[in-house]
Nanobody, 122 residues
Framework: QVKLVESGGGSVQAGGSLTLSCAAIGGLYSRSILGWFRQAPGKEREFVALIRWRGGSELYADSVKGRSTISKYNGKNLVDLQLNNLKPDDTAVYYC???????????????WGQGTQVTVAS
């Protein structure tokens, strides 16, 4: 069983930066893909970024490409998502998820964290 715990959310002004962290408690083992998703008020949850636990291949949504970096720390079972040049449209609850397929479709992810709120003021 994998438990994911997010932290690092908060409120920032447009143009600011935040780093979100996801701690994987219980180990990842075969769940080799860590993804970040977000859900804005009144909208469906959408893919943000993912990273392969072994090898480190990364993938980003077009909406955050060039403004975000996903990083992993294997020894700590930790995955960070750095968000730069934040925009009001980035306001959402951000979720960490673990799965075994290199996919942007949230349905293939088996484990989810509780989410952390990011609010960007204009």
């Amino acid at each position: 069983q994998v438990k994911l715990v997010e932290s690092g959310g908060g409120s920032v002004q447009a143009g600011g930066s935040l780093t979100l962290s996801c701690a994987a408690i219980g180990g990842l083992y075969s769940r080799s893909i860590l993804g970040w998703f977000r859900q804005a008020p009144g909208k469906e949850r959408e893919f943000v970024a993912l990273i392969r636990w072994r090898g480190g291949s990364e993938l980003y949504a077009d909406s955050v490409k060039g403004r975000s970096t996903i990083s992993k720390y294997n020894g700590k079972n930790l995955v960070d998502l750095q968000l730069n040049n934040l925009k009001p449209d980035d306001t959402a609850v951000y979720y960490c998820a673990a799965g075994s397929q290199y996919e942007t479709n949230q349905r293939v992810y088996e484990y989810w964290g509780q989410g952390t709120q990011v609010t960007v003021a204009s």
